[in-house]
C-alpha cells in the first residue's frame, strides 16, 4: 500500500496497484482476510471493510476484491465458492452423473470396500470437470487421472460426454473400493476405461516410454498428496499434453499441493489461464479447494 502511495497514480492505478501487489506478496488471498494498522480511510477502491472498536484496525475480505489479474504471459484468477454457490452448482449437475454418484455407492457399500473422500461431494468441483469438457472440439478426448479411488470423477467425464476416453492410475491397494468400482467401470465403459495399478513413480514412466504418442486432453492429479508425487507427476504430463489441454490438481489449497502446483506453472510455455478455487467448508466437503491450468485462455468461467 505504501508503495503504491509513494508514486503519483490515478485512482483506478492505485486500486489496481494495491490489489496487484497484494495478492503477488501472498499478503492477501481471496479466502484471506488481512489488516490495515491505523487505517483512516472510509472507503478503499470499492471494497468492503469493518473496523474494530478501537478503529485502528481494517478487515478487507479480499472476496470483495476484482479477483482475476495478469502476471506475464498468465491470467490469474482467485475464486473462494460460498457454500450457497456450492449448494446452487448441484442444480447443474447432470441427472445422469449424479445417478453414477449413487451407483458408485452402493457399490462401495455392497462390497464393504474401504475408500476416502472423493469430488461427487464437492458439487461446485464436480460441475467444473464436467463443464470445461464443452471446451474440447475434438472427436476424441482423453483424459489421465491420477488417483482413481473409487471412481467418482471418472464418471463425471465418461457420463458427461461420450467422447471422454478414460485413463487412470492408482495404488489399487490403499482403497479397496478402487478395484471393484474399476471392474464394473471397465464392463461398463469397455475401451473408454483404462485402468493402471501402482505406484505412479514407477507406472507412469512405463506408461508413456510404451505409448509414445499418447497426448492427454485434460490432466487431474490426485494421487499421493505429498509434494514430492504431485511434482513428479504434473513434470511426467507435462511432455504429454494434446494441442488444447486442461489441468486439475485436487485438494490444492496453501499447502504441498499448492507449492508443487505453482512450483510446476514456469515449466509450461506460452499463455497460460491459472485459477485456484478455496472451498468453504460445510458438511461433508472437507477437501480445501482445487488448482486448474489450461491453455484456454478464456477458461476461467463455465
Known amino acids: 500500500m505504501t508503495l503504491c502511495m509513494a508514486i503519483e497514480l490515478t485512482s483506478k492505478q492505485f486500486c489496481s496497484c494495491l490489489v496487484a501487489g497484494l495478492i503477488s506478496l501472498n499478503v492477501l488471498m481471496i479466502w484471506q482476510a488481512a ?33 482475476t489479474y495478469k502476471q506475464g ?64 472440439k475434438q472427436n476424441i478426448i482423453h483424459v489421465c487421472e491420477t488417483g482413481f479411488n473409487a471412481g467418482h470423477s471418472a464418471v463425471i467425464f465418461l457420463e458427461g460426454d461420450n467422447r471422454t476416453v478414460y485413463h487412470g492410475w492408482d495404488l489399487g491397494t490403499e482403497f479397496s473400493a478402487a478395484k471393484v468400482v474399476a471392474g464394473k467401470l471397465s464392463q461398463e465403459y469397455g475401451a473408454r476405461f483404462h485402468i493402471t495399478w501402482g505406484s505412479t513413480f514407477d507406472t507412469l514412466p512405463e506408461y508413456f516410454r510404451r505409448e509414445r504418442n499418447h497426448l492427454c486432453d485434460v490432466v487431474v492429479i490426485d494421487a499421493e498428496h505429498t509434494y514430492k508425487a ?40 506460452g499463455k497460460l489461464n491459472v485459477v485456484k478455487y478455496k472451498n468453504t467448508p460445510h458438511g461433508d466437503l472437507i477437501s480445501p479447494g482445487f488448482c486448474q491450468v489450461s491453455s484456454f485462455i478464456k477458461s476461467s468461467m463455465w
Open 73 to 136: 504471459s498468465w491470467e490469474i484468477t482467485w475464486n473462494t465458492i460460498s457454500i450457497a454457490q456450492n449448494a446452487a452448482a448441484r442444480t447443474r449437475i447432470p441427472n445422469s452423473i449424479l445417478s453414477r454418484f449413487q451407483i458408485i455407492d452402493a457399490w462401495v457399500q455392497q462390497s464393504r470396500a474401504r475408500r476416502t473422500g472423493h469430488v461427487g461431494e464437492n458439487n461446485f468441483e464436480t460441475l467444473t470437470y464436467w463443464s470445461k469438457l464443452k471446451l474440447f
Open 230 to 269: 504431485v511434482l513428479f507427476e504434473l513434470q511426467i504430463f507435462k511432455h504429454y499434453l494434446g494441442g488444447d489441454w486442461l489441468i486439475f490438481v485436487d485438494d490444492c489449497h496453501d499447502n504441498d499441493i499448492m507449492r508443487a502446483f505453482d512450483k510446476f506453472l514456469p515449466d509450461l510455455q
Open 35 to 67: 489488516v490495515f494498522k491505523h487505517a483512516k480511510v472510509q472507503n478503499l477502491c470499492g471494497i468492503k471493510y469493518e473496523q474494530d472498536a478501537s478503529h485502528s484496525n481494517i478487515s478487507i475480505n479480499m472476496q470483495d476484491v476484482l479477483s
